[in-house]
Every structure is written in structure tokens, then in C-alpha cells.
DNA sequence: CCCGGAGCAATGGTATACCAAAAGTATCCC
DNA sequence: GGGATACTTTTGGTATACCATTGCTCCGGG
């Protein structure tokens, strides 16, 4: 049993095998078959792979150095994104996209961003739309800004962000997320007229509704229903500016 | 010659030889031993610090991950801070440091604030102040207040940058480093109120100098007197807001 | 029935052997 | 003499063997 990459990874391919662990690894995590505070063993990973530890284990190591993993003692577990961790990242990606927005004005061309509108809108029925599809469309939006910035670090930290935000639970949640396209739209509405400040404005004002979206999904969840009094902690912290 | 690690390092150390390495390549880094650019070899390194090439790979693997190597095709070099780099990461340092700077108001103890200022006034005489001891001091500040802030992505992301920031050239040169003690007291005294707004404002203004410190530095460096015109462009990264 | 230790399996860490690709280097043909 | 070709070396990637620690199981004595 020492077949499991070609179903449905790259058949040759010429990356090296550390490299496509890494992926699939990251993929994994991602997709929830490994979640969060899972203990991860390179024997195992390596022969569920059909290669052997060492391109696992650099491929732990390195995503160990991105902190997707987490090493405590020895032991390696697929780092939790917390409720907490969700807010902090919210609070901090309010800051910088913000600043992507503003300094993305006057850098997108109109073509660019008619695209961008075109994807938004072709999310027509509610309904229709997966939740990868909105998570591609949404990426799209978020990283188009954050690259048009201009700023490479702060694009880095958006996807960065992003992805982490991404590993909390919230997956298969089935949710409105129509409620994104209005918001995007107004972004995309602002970049268009040029007004960084309104830009910002847009950007961060959505971001505030994710958070307001996760708060209230939550309040709803009997799991969540009340994780501590940390909520009120959070609140805060991205209404301050 | 496979003596090298004992040298300053840990005698027997728990440690495993991964983690050692890994210390070890970015104490190398960051103290220029190993320059931007460097293309790193793993046998060469593995023999210099006396080990084999797995735990160095490992090492180097990780580095990677966080950034501080980049890898090439096959060949792996020293992530090089260009000047366009510093540039952004100080507009991105300016967002967040601000940020915790505003949110670490009311949450730090006077005590400890105290503390603070002692560090910062103990670097009484300007001729005193080795590199390392100013820079014991600028992490010691900065990364107290962001501790404080509650905010643990946010204090990750500024020791991150911070380091970053480091591995720039602008080691080893000559500098009035004092004005950023005036500031620094500026930032504490805002705490010391629990004025979140006036931390905030403190803060970006410190890190606004410490660009333009740089930015003179350069214009008066002959190699770096005109970096193109990147320089113009860049100038405006961190006053928009 | 419980406790403790002896043995054993599992697991991470490390070293090393091997391979293939790439980069030099020498050589040979024109 | 110049350029192409073959050989040698270097180097990164991978597999595997080995070791030490950890933790578990199972057995025996109390």
C-alpha cells in the first residue's frame, strides 16, 4: 500500500517529493482530515503517502516554520485555530487590508476591476454557490487588492491571514455568505471611483461584518454557545481606530 | 575541524541538533555571517558546524518556511532585505505597531512601564550604546508593548517584522541611534496616561522617523545614495492614513 | 486486586549510503 | 585554436539503517 498521490495529484511531476508533501500536507489540513491538535507522525504521513520520512519530515519541518504545525517536546499536532486566534487574526487583518484598499486605489485599472465585479456578480444565486467557490471568488477579491497595493509584505500577510482564518472550524458551515458580494461590490465600487479613504472604509467595514458574521454563527452554535468570557475581550479590539 | 558549535554555544544542550542548527543559521544570518544573497549549501554548512546533513536540512528546511532562505529551483540563498523591503515592512510595522501601541494603553501595569523607562534611560551615554545593547533595548520596548496589547498575532507578526527589519544591511553602521530614546520615552509616557490615541500617534511617529532615519542614511551613502526611483515611490507608503 | 518492573513496540532524531541532475573540467576532433 | 563532447565532481534529494527515549503491555508478587 504505497499508492496515494497519484489519485489525485500531479501524476509525474517534477517537484520534489518534499515539495508535493508539503501540499498535500497543507491540503490535508485544510480539507479538515487533519484538524487542529491532531498529532502528526512522520511514519505514519510517510507511508499513508507512499514515500518515505525524509520528505515528509522536511515537509513537516517546513510547515512546522509556518505554523501550521506546532512542536511540543517532540510531538508534532496540526496547530488549532481557536476562536480567540480567529478574532486576533480578524482584528489584525482589519488593519492591513484596510491599508491594501487605500493603497490600491488609483493602482487597479478599470479593466482589472471590472473582472473582479464580474466574478462577484457571478455568484447570481445564493444557492448555487460552494463553499469553495466562495472561498475562490473571495480569495480573488482580497488577494487582488493586496497585491495592487503594491506593498509585497502586506499582500504576503493577507494570504497569510487569510489561510489561517481559513483553518478555523467555520468550513462546511452552511451559510449565507451572500451578504460578502454587497460588500465586495462596495469595495470594488470605491476602487473605481479612486478614493483610497472610502476604499479603507469599505474594506474594513466588511471585515467588521466577518467578524459579526462568526460572532453571531456562534451564538447560535450550542458548542460555542459561550466560549468563556472572551468574547467580550475581543469585541474590542478591531473597533478602536 | 568539526569543532564549532561549542564554541559559544551550548555544551551538551537537550536541544535536539535540528533546533541547535537552526539557532545557529540565524544567529549567522543575522549577524552577517552569512549576507543576503549567500547561496547556502547544506554539506558545506553540516560539516562547518560539525553535524550530519539531516539536522541541518531540517534546520534549513524550517528557515525556509520562515522565510529567511529562499529557495530557487534547487539552490537555496540568504533572503537579501532589499531596501524596497524595508520600506514596506516599515509601512507595515507603522499599522501594527500602532495598533498595539493603542491597544497596549490601560493594559500595562506602571511597574512595569517603569521598568521600561529605566531600560530606555539607562542608555545614558550615546557612546555607550553598542549595537546589540540598542537593540536590546528597541526589541525590549517594542515587543513589551506588544505583548501587552492581548493581541498575540498582532506581538508574532511584529517580532517577525522586526527581525526582518534587522537583516538589513543597516547593521554595523555608525548611527545616532539616541533620538529613538526620546521617542520611545514619548510612547511610554502615553501609556503611562493609558492615552491609547496619543501610544498610537507615538508610535507611528517613531516608526516614521526611524524611515526617514534610514532614508537620510541612505541619500549619504554612496552605494545607496540613489536607489532609483523606487525611493519616490515608496515615500509615501506610510502617510496615507 | 493492585502495584511494579521487565520486556517490547512505537516513534522521533540522526547518520549515512545511494542516486540523478547539474556544473565544471579536461579532452579530442575539426 | 575553438568548440563540442565525454568524464569527473559537486550537490540536492531520497531512502534506509540505527539509536535512544517513550510509553505500553503483560506478568508476577504482594
Redesign the interface.
Known amino acids: 500500500m504505497e499508492m496515494q498521490l497519484q489519485s489525485s495529484g500531479p501524476p509525474p511531476s517534477d517537484e520534489s517529493l518534499?515539495v508535493r508533501a508539503m501540499n498535500e500536507i497543507r491540503r490535508m489540513i485544510f480539507a479538515g482530515v487533519l484538524p487542529g491538535g491532531t498529532v502528526v507522525q512522520d511514519r505514519k504521513l510517510a507511508e499513508q503517502l507512499g514515500l518515505s520520512r525524509t520528505p515528509v519530515?522536511?515537509a513537516l519541518?517546513?510547515?512546522?516554520?509556518?505554523g501550521y504545525l506546532r512542536r511540543d517536546k517532540r510531538i508534532l499536532t496540526v496547530q488549532s485555530v481557536s476562536f480567540e486566534?480567529v478574532m486576533?487574526?480578524l482584528?489584525?487583518r482589519r488593519?492591513?487590508e484596510g491599508?491594501t484598499a487605500?493603497?490600491a486605489a488609483g493602482r487597479m485599472t478599470l479593466p482589472r476591476l471590472a473582472e473582479l465585479r464580474a466574478a462577484i456578480e457571478g455568484m447570481i444565486d445564493p444557492r448555487e454557490v460552494s463553499h469553495d467557490r466562495h472561498w475562490t471568488v473571495d480569495d480573488l477579491v482580497h488577494q487582488s487588492i493586496a497585491e495592487a497595493s503594491?506593498?509585497?509584505?502586506?499582500a504576503r500577510?493577507v494570504k497569510d491571514?487569510r489561510e489561517r482564518t481559513r483553518m478555523f472550524g467555520l468550513s462546511r458551515i452552511p451559510r449565507r455568505f451572500d451578504p460578502g458580494k454587497a460588500e465586495h461590490l462596495a469595495i470594488i465600487a470605491a476602487l473605481e471611483q479612486g478614493d483610497?479613504d472610502a476604499a479603507?472604509r469599505a474594506m474594513t467595514h466588511h471585515i467588521d461584518n466577518a467578524r459579526q458574521g462568526i460572532l453571531d454563527l456562534l451564538a447560535g452554535t450550542p458548542s460555542y454557545a459561550a466560549p468563556a468570557g472572551a468574547r467580550e475581550?475581543l469585541k474590542n479590539?478591531g473597533s478602536?481606530?
Chains 1, 2 share one sequence.
Open positions: 518534499a519530515r522536511e519541518g517546513r510547515l512546522a516554520g509556518e486566534d486576533e487574526i482584528a489584525t488593519l492591513i491599508e487605500r493603497l503594491g506593498n509585497r509584505m502586506m500577510l491571514l483610497g479603507a475581550d479590539q478602536t481606530s
